[in-house]
């Protein structure tokens, strides 16, 4: 099992800049599993925005390639999203995953990213 909390969020205006984390705990399989960040603004569905597996290959949604960045952190057990060039689009919660680890995923319970025009 793994816990998930997300932290980081919170208001900025257009063109700035938020890093989020994501802290794991409960477990010793974080450096084993991919490790996900994925958005869900009001109204829309849960979309991915940045996905690092275990070696450390990134891949980004085409709507913040270029302005975001995924790392991670295994003797931290945290994974991070650093987000610049906020747009008001990018107004979200933002939710991290973890997994698959034996078909099961797991899930934090989000922070806010609210970017003002």
């Known amino acids: 099992q793994l816990q998930l909390v997300e932290s980081g969020g919170g208001l900025v205006q257009a063109g700035g800049s938020l890093r989020l984390s994501c802290a794991a705990s409960g477990g010793s399989i974080f450096s084993r599993v991919v490790m996900g960040w994925y958005r869900q603004a009001p109204g829309k569905q849960r979309n991915l925005v940045a996905v690092i597996t275990t070696e450390s290959s990134t891949d980004y949604a085409d709507s913040v390639k270029g302005r975001f960045t995924i790392s991670r952190d295994n003797a931290k057990n945290t994974v991070y999203l650093q987000m610049n060039s906020l747009k008001p689009e990018d107004t979200a919660v933002y939710y991290c995953?973890?997994?698959?680890?034996?078909?099961?995923?797991?899930w934090g319970e989000g922070t806010l990213v609210t970017v003002s025009s």
């Open positions: 995953r973890a997994g698959p680890y034996f078909d099961t995923y797991f």
